[in-house]
């Protein structure tokens, strides 16, 4: 058996013979392609636009990618970046983009809302919605979707579909870069509990091809700015309460903490799971003041906590059982860690 033929047989179950044969049909004759992904773009959303896109250049198809807002600086680096156009800096030539397209691909997210201030232009534009993606409890908004919840990363789905669609000899290095990355950033480096074998082969397959694995995480994760690395510290040691016997951890973080630590956008990111680092620590919460008046949660867990239950029926958010996400509007951050607290009082009860 060969190396492709092995990594065949477990491929997501979403790409069935009929997915492919639509999506090949939808790509052929010549038609104008879109490729989108959630707002505030994580490694994943980027890693599988961009790898998407390089996969589609390989075979001579010229796609746009067009994401609501732009992502964190530590993404720069990822061959085709500077290619993506955002909603938020020129929203007539993106909505333009998406309203005269063919095909419109979906990646990384499962209902239009989650693109943010593209919603309305992908309910509404006349192109077959492609969605491909990874999170529980899909909208059925899309013409064709490959939903799958237990893969642990839309790059990995999208590393599927080069396999089971026959196209593996299209992976270029530049596609390779970008889908590992999706993979290692979605995945917490290969060890939250959706990697599966199939993961590792697919890593594997790619790193025969040539990639190098250790120059992906040095410009992903060595790359940080003083003051965000001083802006964790200061979260752990001055804004950090343990709810000891529970096992919760939250951090909550006001603009003035911000400012002073010069933040940008992605500073924030992955203090979250220091939290969940701390010994007895089952459920992480991190809350940032994004505006006066709104306050955005990250929300982790270990093993059968159930963070996207929690998310949902109290964040207005979602996700998945061990990472998720939410929203606190109309509230200080004074008054917003008060209903926290509440909710989760409540919640150590339920537990009992
Ligand atoms: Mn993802």
Redesign the pocket.
């Known amino acids: 058996m060969t190396t492709e033929e092995n990594l065949l047989r477990k491929v997501s179950v979403g790409w069935t013979p009929q997915v492919l044969q639509a999506m090949q049909e939808l790509l052929d004759g010549g038609s104008k392609i879109a490729i989108t992904a959630h707002r505030s773009p994580d490694g994943?959303?980027v890693g599988s636009v961009l790898g998407l896109f390089h996969l589609f250049a390989a075979q001579g198809l010229k796609a746009s990618v067009v994401l609501p807002d732009r992502f964190a600086a530590f993404l720069d680096w990822m061959p085709g970046a500077a290619s993506i156009r955002f909603h938020s800096e020129e929203p007539e030539a993106t909505e333009e983009i998406i309203g005269t397209a063919d095909v419109l691909f979906c990646l990384?997210y499962n209902a239009p809302d989650r693109a943010g201030s593209l919603a309305e232009v992908i309910r509404t534009c006349s192109a077959k919605r492609i969605m491909i993606d990874?999170h529980r409890d899909p909208d059925a908004f899309a013409e064709l979707m490959v939903s799958d919840p237990l893969c642990g990363?839309?790059c990995e789905l999208i590393c599927d579909w080069a396999l089971s669609s026959g196209c593996w000899s299209d992976m270029n290095l530049e596609a390779a870069q970008c889908l590992y990355t999706g993979i290692v950033t979605?995945t917490g480096s290969f060890r939250f509990p959706s990697v599966t074998g199939h993961t590792h082969a697919v890593i594997a397959a790619l790193l025969d091809l040539g990639l190098n694995h250790a120059e992906v995480h040095e410009a992903t994760f060595d790359d940080q700015s003083l003051s965000r690395v001083q802006l964790h510290g200061f979260a752990l040691s001055e804004r950090l309460k343990i709810w000891e016997e529970a096992g919760i951890g939250v951090i909550a973080l006001g603009l003035n903490d911000l400012e002073r630590f010069n933040y940008v956008s992605g500073d924030t990111e992955g203090l979250v799971n220091r939290i969940l680092g701390i010994r007895g620590v089952q459920m992480a919460i991190f809350m940032r003041e994004s505006d006066p008046g709104k306050v955005k949660m990250s929300l982790r867990s270990k093993g059968m906590v159930d963070v996207q239950a929690l998310a949902s029926a109290h964040f207005s958010g979602g996700g998945h059982t061990n990472a998720a996400g939410g929203v606190l509007l109309g509230l200080s951050l004074a008054d917003a860690k008060a209903q926290v607290d509440a909710v989760l009082e409540n919640w150590i009860i339920e537990q009992r």
């Open positions: 994943d959303a990384d990874h990363s839309t979605d």
